[in-house]
C-alpha cells in the first residue's frame, strides 16, 4: 500500500520569503500522480499544484512550483514571496494513475504553514 | 457560490441520535466522495460513488450509511455515533474522464464539523 510521509507538522515563514515544505512517499508503480492541497480556516481543500510522475519537468504555479524527485520519492513544495494568504494545512497526496473505478487519494498527515507579517 | 457545498457547517449530536449530512455539488462531476478528518490524522476516505454506484466502502462501520440518489447529491446518514466518529467530514467530487483513466483532481467542500457527545 502507498504511503504519504510529511516529516515537519508545522512551519513558519516571514512574509515574502520562501519556504519549502517536504513531502516523501513510499509506492511500488512506476506512473502515478502527486498532489498538494491547502486547507485554510474556511477548512475547503484547494489543489495547489499537481505533478505526472511520467514528466520529468517539475510543476509550477505562479509562486508555487516543486521538486520532484522520483528515484527518492520526494516531492516538495516551494512557496516563493509568501504571502498572509498562504497560511493553511498543506497536505500532500498521492494517487495510482489509471486504476478505473474507485480513485484513490492517500494524504499526508499534513504540514500547518504560519506566514509571520 | 463554490463548486461543492456541504450542509449542516456544524452538528453536533447525542450518541442516540439521527442525523444526515448533505453535500451537492455544482460542477456536473460524475464521481463524489466521503472523506473524514481527524486531528492528528490523515484524510481516511470513506465512501466513493461513481455514476451514482458505489464503488468504495472503505471498512467503515454501519453507523455510517452513505446515500448518492443522483450525481448532484451525496448523503451521509448517521445513527449511534461514538465520541470517536467527532471530526471533520469532508465531501469531494471529480470527473472521471474515462474508467481506466481515473480522474485528474478532486474538489471539496468545506466540510461538516462533527461534534457526538
Known amino acids: 500500500a502507498q504511503t504519504v510521509t510529511q516529516s515537519q507538522p508545522e512551519m513558519s515563514v516571514q512574509e515574502a520569503e520562501t519556504v519549502t515544505l517536504s513531502c516523501t512517499y513510499d509506492t511500488s508503480e512506476s506512473d502515478y500522480y502527486l498532489f498538494w492541497y491547502k486547507q485554510p480556516p474556511s477548512r475547503q481543500m484547494i489543489l495547489v499544484i499537481r505533478q505526472e510522475a511520467y514528466k520529468q519537468q517539475n510543476a509550477t504555479e505562479n509562486r508555487f512550483s516543486v521538486n520532484f524527485q522520483k528515484a527518492a520519492k520526494s516531492f516538495s513544495l516551494k512557496i516563493s514571496d509568501s504571502q498572509l494568504g498562504d497560511a493553511a494545512m498543506y497536505f500532500c497526496?498521492?494517487?495510482?494513475?489509471?486504476?478505473?473505478?474507485?480513485?484513490?487519494?492517500?494524504f499526508g498527515k499534513g504540514t500547518k504553514l504560519t506566514v509571520n507579517p | 457560490e463554490t463548486g461543492v457545498t456541504q450542509t449542516p457547517r456544524h452538528l453536533v449530536m447525542g450518541m442516540t441520535n439521527k442525523k444526515s449530512l448533505k453535500c451537492e455539488q455544482h460542477l456536473g462531476h460524475n464521481a463524489m466522495y466521503w472523506y473524514k478528518q481527524s486531528a492528528k490524522k490523515p484524510l481516511e476516505l470513506m465512501f466513493v460513488?461513481?455514476?451514482?454506484?458505489?464503488?468504495e466502502n472503505n471498512s467503515v462501520p454501519s453507523r455510517f450509511s452513505p446515500e448518492c440518489p443522483n450525481s448532484s447529491h451525496l448523503f451521509l446518514h448517521l445513527h449511534t455515533l461514538q465520541p470517536e466518529d467527532s471530526a471533520l467530514y469532508l465531501c469531494a467530487s471529480s470527473q472521471e474522464v474515462d474508467r481506466g483513466l481515473g480522474f485528474e483532481k478532486l474538489f471539496f467542500g468545506s466540510g461538516t464539523q462533527l461534534s457526538v457527545l
Open positions: 460513488y461513481s455514476l451514482e454506484e458505489r464503488v
Open positions: 497526496a498521492y494517487r495510482s494513475r489509471g486504476q478505473g473505478g474507485s480513485e484513490k487519494l492517500v
